[in-house]
């Protein structure tokens, strides 16, 4: 039987750890295939993991568009020029417009590290110390309008560190992020995730067509 193609594209703005992970787990398999890479950032670390690995890169910063709504439309056009049927921001540290997500209806992805709806938005890693929380985790969540406050796909909680260092728990909350997130590409490319009908905050999800 041949696999359906499943092409799949990532934005990032950072380090790009997440990109590597999808890089090695699922970039080539089971007809997943990352056909581009997009940063709002010209210096991000995440282009080179994407160059390397011999993925098309292209850069849409704010400064070269008129508003954030030019540069969404320059940057879904290019995606969809590329075949995109699922937009993976991972470390895409900017909020896309509306215009951008009616152009991926439901398709788009977020990994965010928190166990959402607790800790949305910037420094979710440090706050969850400041609060003394006991338990974190990761979220990898359908992206609406919102700050990280779409339909959740897959959770993982993530215990705090005994000592309650901050990098420690950033290195666990990391290594769970890279379990997480490609195993959310994979159930998508599956065909295994899906909103329910009658509640679009509840996403089924078949865990068994992948596992860890
Ligand atoms: C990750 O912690 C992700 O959850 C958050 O930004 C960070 C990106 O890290 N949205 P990297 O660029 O993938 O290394």
Same mark, same amino acid.
């Given at each position: 039987?041949?696999?359906?193609?499943?092409?799949?594209?990532?934005?990032?703005?950072g380090?790009?750890?997440?990109?590597?992970?999808?890089?090695?787990?699922?970039?080539?398999?089971?007809?997943?295939?990352?056909?581009?890479?997009?940063?709002?950032? =010209? +210096?991000?670390? #995440?282009? $080179? /993991?994407?160059?390397r690995? !011999?993925i098309?890169?292209a850069?849409?910063?704010?400064?070269?568009?008129?508003?954030r709504?030019a540069?969404d439309?320059?940057?879904?056009?290019w995606?969809?020029?590329?075949?995109?049927?699922?937009?993976?921001?991972?470390?895409?540290?900017?909020?896309v417009?509306a215009?951008?997500?009616?152009?991926?209806?439901a398709?788009?992805?977020?990994?965010?590290?928190?166990l959402l709806?607790?800790f =949305? +938005?910037?420094? #979710?890693? $440090? /706050?969850?110390?400041?609060? !003394?929380?006991?338990?974190g985790?990761?979220t990898?969540?359908f992206?609406?309008?919102?700050?990280?406050?779409?339909?959740?796909?897959?959770?993982?909680?993530?215990?705090v560190?005994?000592?309650?260092?901050?990098?420690?728990?950033?290195r666990?909350?990391?290594?769970?992020?890279?379990?997480?997130?490609?195993k959310?590409?994979?159930?998508l490319?599956?065909?295994?995730?899906?909103?329910?009908k009658?509640?679009?905050?509840?996403v089924?999800v078949?865990?068994?067509?992948?596992g860890d």
């Amino acid at each position: 039987m041949s696999e359906k193609r499943f092409p799949i594209a990532v934005l990032v703005s950072g380090t790009g750890t997440n990109l590597q992970a999808l890089i090695d787990k699922v970039h080539g398999r089971e007809g997943i295939e990352i056909v581009g890479v997009a940063s709002n950032q =010209p +210096g991000a670390q #995440a282009l $080179e /993991r994407a160059q390397r690995a !011999g993925i098309a890169t292209a850069v849409f910063s704010a400064e070269d568009h008129a508003d954030r709504g030019a540069r969404d439309r320059a940057m879904a056009a290019w995606l969809k020029e590329r075949g995109a049927e699922l937009v993976v921001l991972a470390g895409f540290m900017e909020l896309v417009t509306a215009a951008f997500l009616g152009e991926f209806p439901a398709q788009v992805i977020n990994v965010h590290p928190a166990l959402l709806p607790a800790f =949305p +938005g910037v420094r #979710a890693i $440090e /706050r969850q110390l400041e609060h !003394g929380v006991k338990v974190g985790g990761v979220t990898v969540h359908f992206v609406d309008e919102g700050v990280d406050s779409g339909p959740i796909i897959l959770q993982r909680a993530v215990p705090v560190p005994y000592t309650r260092d901050v990098e420690e728990f950033e290195r666990r909350l990391h290594e769970t992020e890279h379990v997480l997130l490609p195993k959310a590409v994979s159930l998508l490319a599956a065909g295994a995730v899906r909103i329910d009908k009658d509640n679009t905050r509840i996403v089924h999800v078949d865990e068994g067509a992948h596992g860890d």
